[in-house]
């Protein structure tokens, strides 16, 4: 689901991920992909985070947001406004980034 507590969760493992990397001279980029009811996170005026977002990705310019862009499409085919938090990028889908991701050696964890 796209609780407030699951965000939270999420911003604190990217978080912990970028400041131990900082911390120990290692360089890493995150992105953080939303689909589902996931998407609320990156949501402009629905997202529970949005000042902490802005926060991080201030903080840490490695840090990129990623919406599933059929995510987007459907609920806008339902009706619903969608508009992204400043920085996001839409893909195609969150299956089709997380994929091309991994294929540059990118490491995925759900959460």
Same mark, same amino acid.
């Given at each position: ?9 999420? +911003? ?5 991920? +970028? ?13 953080i992909v939303a689909n589902g009811d996931?998407?609320?996170? +990156?949501?402009?005026g629905v997202s529970a985070h949005a ?23 459907? +609920? ?36």
């Amino acid at each position: 689901g796209g609780s407030a507590q699951q965000g939270r969760v999420v +911003l604190d493992r990217a978080e912990g991920l +970028l400041e131990t990397a900082g911390a120990e001279g290692r360089r890493v980029a995150v992105e953080i992909v939303a689909n589902g009811d996931g998407l609320d996170l +990156l949501r402009e005026g629905v997202s529970a985070h949005a000042a902490r977002i802005a926060q991080l990705r201030a903080a840490h310019p490695n840090l990129a947001l990623v919406a599933c862009g059929q995510t987007a499409q459907r +609920l806008r085919d339902g009706g619903v406004d969608v508009k992204l938090l400043p920085g996001t990028r839409t893909a195609t889908s969150a299956l089709d980034e997380i994929v091309t991701r991994m294929q540059q050696g990118w490491a995925y964890t759900k959460i």
